[in-house]
């Protein structure tokens, strides 16, 4: 069985399937992973995020990932979601692991809004919020500044 890496992670389906197509086209072994089902039962997600995973052999990693690269630069990769530390593309969502029991425990956690779920980059463990929230504006001691109601 050959081992494959994750070279990009999308929302969507058509640009992930693209990137897939001009892989192969360039001889590489490229295939499609949607994950959407499996957020779907494991994890109670509604609304699938970084679910369309572009695989290619270990071995041709390095070389797909300068495609990639030169795709990205002439802007023919299309939205992929990336980390904002490293910038890397091997991203999960949520970031609970898929290989254990544990993973649908967090999912139900999170189904009834006890345990965030956060984007996780493979590359450099980062977590980050699918979804920004508001701060409030600060004063000088990093007290939140009164809201003034007319």
């Avoid at 999308?10 to 197509?21: F, Q, R, T, W």
């Avoid at 052999?57 to 023919?76: D, I, P, Y």
């Avoid at 006890?114 to 409030?136: A, G, N, S």
Wanted: proline residues 7%; charged residues 25%.
């Amino acid at each position: 069985m050959e081992q494959t890496l994750t070279l990009a992670t999308y929302n969507d389906a058509v640009p992930a399937e693209a990137l897939k197509d001009r892989l192969i086209e360039a001889g590489f072994h490229a295939d499609l992973q949607d994950d959407s089902g499996a957020q779907a039962i494991f994890f109670l997600s509604r609304h699938p995020r970084a679910h369309m995973h572009v695989h290619v052999r270990k071995e041709e990693f390095e070389r797909a990932s300068g495609l990639a690269r030169q795709l990205e630069t002439e802007g023919k990769l299309g939205p992929v979601v990336k980390c904002p530390q490293c910038g890397g593309s091997r991203i999960e969502y949520p970031q609970w692991s898929r290989h254990a029991l544990e993973g649908a425990l967090f999912g139900f956690l999170s189904a009834i809004h006890l345990w965030p779920r956060e984007y996780y980059c493979e590359d450099c463990q980062f977590t980050w919020p699918d979804k920004v929230q508001v701060q409030p504006e600060r004063d000088a001691l990093n007290w939140p500044r009164e809201s003034k109601v007319p």
